[in-house]
């Protein structure tokens, strides 16, 4: 079974630039996650859906961060404009269903913006 | 222990020898634990679970201890060998905001010395 694919694997970017993320999450898997990853730090949520709805976006920076999910499978995570600080690991998850407790994650995104 | 940013707790473990990892969570609410293993480059991979009504776990060659007393969680691996060595974090969610939303705690650096 594929597990959850994520692309790019790398970016580098100036500040000030747009750059988005894509991902796959596991075939038949109803609710994908965002999850940011600092250096040396654990993993923090910034969206969740469920099917296309995003129910959980609390964490989301929306004044440059936007997230969609259009068909309730593949998801695209934005970044308009970049910051320095914006520099991490974008991670993705998918679960099976709501309530589901195993999340699966993608290999991530590593985002370097100079 | 604590860290910040760069300084994770690290234990350097000889292979064969058994390793324990400890976590400490602080909301007494949380009802789910998971332990994650994060290679270098990847995204972090389930190892085991427990819930709140349990206070051992057994997988194979790694055990999860729970003392909800305490609040505090243990990863042991068993017979540890040189894939082992990676960041483990354990995660807390609670089903009263459903088990979707899990939190991280700080992860801790394994290195197996061969």
């Known amino acids: 079974e594929a597990g959850v694919v994520q692309s790019p694997r790398y970016k580098i970017i100036e500040k000030k630039q747009p750059v988005a993320f894509w991902c796959n999450p596991i075939?038949?898997?109803?609710?994908l996650y965002w999850y940011l990853q600092n250096l040396g730090q654990g993993p923090e949520l910034l969206i969740r859906?469920?099917?296309?709805?995003?129910?959980?976006d609390s964490q989301l920076p929306k004044d440059r961060f936007s997230a969609e999910r259009l068909k309730g499978v593949d998801s695209t995570l934005k970044i308009q404009p970049a910051e320095l600080g914006d520099s991490a690991v974008y991670l993705c998850?998918?679960?099976?269903?709501?309530?589901?407790?195993?999340?699966?994650f993608g290999p991530g995104t590593r985002l370097t913006v100079l | 222990g604590e860290s910040v940013g760069l300084h994770l707790p690290t234990l350097s473990v000889q292979e064969g020898d058994n390793s324990i990892i400890n976590c400490a969570y602080s909301?007494?609410?949380?009802?789910?634990f998971i332990w994650y293993k994060q290679e270098s480059g990847k995204g972090p991979q389930f190892i085991i679970d427990?819930?709140?009504?349990?206070d051992k776990r057994q997988g194979q060659r790694v055990t999860v201890l729970l003392n909800k007393t305490v609040k505090h969680l243990s990863l042991q691996i068993a017979a540890t060998q040189p894939g082992d060595s990676a960041v483990y974090f354990c995660?807390?969610?609670?089903?009263?905001?459903?088990?979707?939303?899990?939190?991280f705690g700080t992860g801790t650096r394994l290195t197996i010395i061969p």
């Open positions: 998850a998918s679960s099976p269903d709501r309530g589901a407790d195993t999340q699966y």
């Open positions: 075939s038949g898997h109803n609710t």
């Open positions: 859906y469920e099917n296309e709805e995003a129910v959980d």
């Open positions: 909301n007494s609410a949380s009802d789910y």
């Open positions: 427990i819930r709140s009504n349990m």
């Open positions: 995660a807390e969610s609670s089903t009263n905001f459903g088990n979707e939303k899990l939190t």
